[in-house]
């Protein structure tokens, strides 16, 4: 994969889709730089995407649009990546899943695309030609309509479903969550999830959030809370310069 020019007009070749196969495959598609979550857009946090791809790196605006030329892959993961400024770790990527949710001649990243697109990258690793012949396109659409938040669940455990064939709908189900009192912060914090809330504290640094068990990590500019909890709803939390 790599990027092109666009032209003005241009032309794109049509694509038919089906779960896990392609037919006529367009050698150029048009991927679409969603405008930043909401949840991300205070100023001063995050300016713009990563996009990453199969060894392909551009950085692009949020609203643009980014030519593409397409290889042969059955399958590939396509990530757009952001951070926040002044912090050196990763939010969790918006992404797509190539050619299995192309849009007519495009390819438009979402917070659970980017979920789905984890889980396609952790089951290609171990079985490529499996993740070729899942639905991902469908799994997006399931994980959106039935996930608030795609990453209260983890998407390793849903490879490992998947890889284990014992994948079913009914497994994107998000766990409990629980009520989380934070208090000491310094300033706000984005959560790492596009589709999560962010942590903005009162005058004395008291912060209230619901999470689901596991660590959820939370970021501004040059620093990092992480916050754990387990499966009984107990809570630890540690602030850092990451």
């Excluded at 367009?26 to 857009?41: D, F, Y």
């Excluded at 990546?81 to 770790?89: F, K, T």
């Amino acid at each position: 994969m790599r990027r092109f020019d666009l032209p003005a007009p241009f032309l794109i070749a049509a694509c038919a889709c089906l779960a896990g196969c392609r037919l006529f495959p367009p050698e150029r598609v048009i991927l679409v730089a969603p405008p930043l979550p909401e949840a991300w857009s205070a100023p001063g946090f995050v300016s713009g995407w990563s996009l990453e791809a199969a060894g392909l790196s551009s950085w692009l605006a949020p609203g643009a649009d980014l030519g593409l030329e397409v290889g042969a892959e059955e399958v590939l993961p396509v990530f757009l990546l952001a951070s926040v400024a002044g912090n050196p770790l990763p939010l969790r990527p918006l992404g797509t899943v190539w050619p299995h949710c192309l849009a007519g001649e495009r390819l438009v990243p979402t917070a659970a695309g980017g979920w789905a697109a984890s889980v396609c990258a952790m089951l290609s690793s171990r079985d490529a030609r499996l993740a070729a012949s899942v639905d991902w396109a469908r799994l997006e659409r399931e994980a959106a309509s039935r996930l608030a938040d795609p990453w209260a669940l983890e998407p390793a455990l849903v490879a490992a479903r998947l890889a284990d064939g014992a994948f079913r709908v009914t497994d994107l189900s998000a766990p409990a969550s629980a009520s989380v009192q934070l208090e000491g912060l310094p300033g706000a914090f984005v959560d790492e999830s596009p589709a999560g809330a962010p942590l903005a504290p009162d005058p004395e640094g008291k912060a209230a959030a619901r999470l689901p068990p596991g660590v959820r990590r939370f970021l501004a500019p040059g620093l990092a809370l992480d916050v754990s909890v387990d499966a009984d709803g107990r809570v630890t939390s540690c602030l850092f310069v990451p």
